[in-house]
């Protein structure tokens, strides 16, 4: 029964942009936009919405730009 609730209940999903370059960034930043799949500037991924997606965006919102789609 929980499981039939899950597959109607669609999961939140968020687009992350890199806007800004990460030369002069601290090394952990620069790990967090590495594991969230960003390279070049313009480049985008998608993610579900949860915590974790959340705390890394948290470290690193300067950089980025978020949607929600």
């Given at each position: 029964m929980?499981?039939?609730k899950k597959k109607?209940?669609?999961a939140k999903m968020?687009?992350?942009t890199l806007v800004k370059s990460?030369?002069?960034c601290l090394k952990n930043q620069k790990a967090n936009v590495?594991?969230?799949g960003l390279h070049?500037?313009?480049s985008s991924n998608t993610f579900r919405d949860?915590?974790?997606v959340r705390g890394m965006i948290k470290k690193?919102?300067?950089l980025v730009k978020v949607e929600e789609i």
């Open positions: 929980a499981a039939a109607t209940e669609e968020i687009k992350v990460t030369i002069a590495e594991a969230l070049k500037v313009g949860d915590a974790v690193v919102s300067h």
